[in-house]
């Protein structure tokens, strides 16, 4: 038995017994003839006191067994559990070896100042910090909540495929080539989409999964590159407000269980998508800011400032704003034309009887002065404008509003503010000036076939939805289209045949043939849900074993190049 009591678990009511307790040497103290160690495991830690030469070939982070009687600590350390007692060592055994010299300090305010790549090529030995320790205990701890609170719902948790087939779903696919089947491959699935609705057309009245998915993008701080967790539901015979019903209760389950902040009170806001656009400028505000954005277009019809004539022109209102110096509106400026591709950032103040001074005071009509009073101008109010082509203006125009919020510390602290962004358009324009799909194109169109007959593509919307949590996307999901017809009639506005839906989608299309319920669902994202409840910025940060910024595992030296041997297997040459 290497142990009959955790680091964390003595007390003053121990005293007297004779323990046996093991972990890792966090701290060492040389007092000549008497050493003191700190004994650290997952629990907690535990003082040991040693006499004599017993720990003379102990380093930190070795791992030890300690036999031995729990005394009472002479200088007791209220900071700690343990922190009245101490383990009067007998005996001593050396259980894990450690080399002298670590790559970084694990436990220290020196550990958050390592490199991350030097943390994640060691992970091993970065886990052991207690914070990411904690956070990653969190993670499991949130994932059993999930999986009882679902169970109460009436969910029925179900595994679909890892090896699935390629389909158009928005990312890149990561492809498995096939050894029994020269030239052709699997594909990691983007998310359990065609098998969560092929579920309700066999019957399943309500399905989910903690589903992992695959998907070839780029990383980024709040987006783990190649794969993630989410919490994959579907639910036959529902609707909108069945799944939004639904998140609520799991969302509100999981934060007052595991946070102690405040949380918005169901039920929680409705959005619409354009609303969203015009007063936050993105489809994924952070309500904990207060400013808001407006479209003042129409005052400045027939202005003489040339970098306003003919563009669409937002404005953000702050109060007090005008307290700020001039260092401070030259900052906004350069960052709103650095770092958010504006052509640059106008602003005025609004001093005492609204007498209008700086920035482009002199383009300020009478007319538009009471035009900007009317929405809000008072005393001590500065206004931020931005003018551009309408979705550049709404985009830069929300940049502001957060680098606004930040630099003027107007971001509520210690709440999570939820809302869900609905009405999606089920169309817009790509790049090259096509129709394609906005959102989900597995969606219901709001209006079914005959909006997808009579109506300007771009005019449709969709029954599909956003759940968002302090400016992160935490959840999307939508109403499914389960018609075949108004399935056919919708790809084909994005310019796909019946025969490539067939081909791509061969199984839902063919299984819509034979009776298939109404169906809704979401798709909740696990890293992003723990990252907020773990008050963490860093997506990294609440994963095991995560890729870095260049989506490269750098403990497992992931990706890596193969033998000729096993390319020949899966019949694939690598031309140089």
């Avoid at 002479?74 to 922190?83: C, D, H, R």
């Amino acid at each position: 038995m290497y142990r009959n009591k955790n680091c964390g678990e003595l007390n003053i009511k121990n005293i007297g017994e004779s323990v046996v307790i093991a972990g890792w040497v966090q701290r060492i103290r040389n007092l000549g003839s008497m050493k003191f160690i700190d004994l650290r495991d997952q629990f907690g830690i535990t003082q040991i006191v040693v006499n004599g030469n017993s720990a003379d070939n102990l380093v930190t982070e070795c791992v030890i067994q300690v036999k031995g009687t729990v005394i009472e600590r002479a200088s007791k350390n209220t900071k700690i559990p343990t922190g009245e007692i101490e383990i009067e060592a007998k005996e001593i055994e050396l259980l894990g070896k450690c080399k002298n010299i670590l790559p970084f300090e694990i436990n220290s305010e020196k550990a958050a100042d390592a490199r991350e790549d030097l943390r994640l090529e060691y992970r091993f030995l970065d886990l052991r910090n207690e914070k990411l320790h904690k956070t990653i205990i969190l993670r499991s701890e949130i994932m059993k909540t999930i999986r009882n609170k679902m169970d109460e719902l009436g969910f029925t948790e179900i595994q679909t495929p890892i090896l699935a087939n390629s389909s158009p779903e928005g990312a890149r696919d990561f492809l498995v080539p096939s050894r029994l089947h020269p030239g052709e491959f699997y594909a990691l699935p983007q998310a359990p989409q065609q098998f969560k609705q092929l579920l309700m057309v066999s019957g399943f009245d309500r399905y989910y999964q903690i589903a992992p998915c695959f998907r070839d993008e780029d990383p980024r701080a709040d987006r783990a590159p190649g794969e993630f967790y989410q919490l994959d539901f579907e639910m036959s015979f529902a609707e909108q407000e069945d799944v939004l019903n639904i998140l609520e209760e799991i969302f509100t389950t999981i934060f007052k269980k595991h946070t102690n902040w405040e949380m918005t009170n169901t039920p929680f806001p409705r959005i619409p998508y354009r609303e969203a656009m015009e007063k936050y400028g993105s489809d994924k505000p952070d309500l904990r800011n207060p400013l808001i954005i407006q479209d003042v277009t129409k005052l400045f019809e027939n202005t003489e400032f040339n970098a306003f004539k003919g563009k669409t022109i937002k404005a953000i209102l702050v109060e007090n704003g005008a307290e700020q110096g001039r260092k401070f509106f030259d900052n906004m400026s350069e960052y709103a034309v650095n770092e958010l591709d504006a052509k640059g950032l106008a602003w005025v103040k609004f001093e005492a009887e609204n007498e209008v001074t700086g920035g482009i005071a002199k383009f300020i009509t009478e007319e538009v002065k009471l035009g900007l009073e009317q929405i809000g101008a008072k005393p001590n109010t500065a206004i931020f404008f931005i003018a551009d082509e309408f979705k550049k203006a709404q985009k830069i125009a929300g940049g502001v509003r957060l680098e606004l919020g930040k630099r003027l510390d107007l971001v509520e602290k210690g709440v999570y503010k939820f809302c869900f962004i609905v009405d999606f358009p089920m169309y817009e324009l790509s790049d090259e000036g096509t129709i394609d799909f906005n959102h989900n194109p597995f969606s219901m169109p709001q209006g079914g076939i005959e909006a997808l007959q009579t109506k300007d593509p771009l005019d449709i919307l969709a029954y599909q939805y956003d759940a968002v949590c302090n400016g992160y996307e935490i959840t999307s999901g939508a109403v499914r289209n389960h018609s075949p017809e108004i399935m056919v009639k919708a790809f084909e506005i994005a310019g796909y045949e019946e025969e490539t839906i067939k081909t791509k989608f061969g199984a839902l299309y063919n299984a819509f043939q034979y009776g298939t319920p109404p169906h809704a669902g979401a798709a909740a994202g696990l890293d992003r849900l723990i990252m907020l409840a773990a008050n963490s910025d860093n997506i990294r940060e609440v994963i095991a074993f995560p890729k870095n910024k260049k989506a490269r595992d750098l403990l497992m030296r992931a990706p890596s190049k193969v033998t000729e041997q096993q390319l020949k297997d899966v019949h694939i040459k690598i031309e140089e």
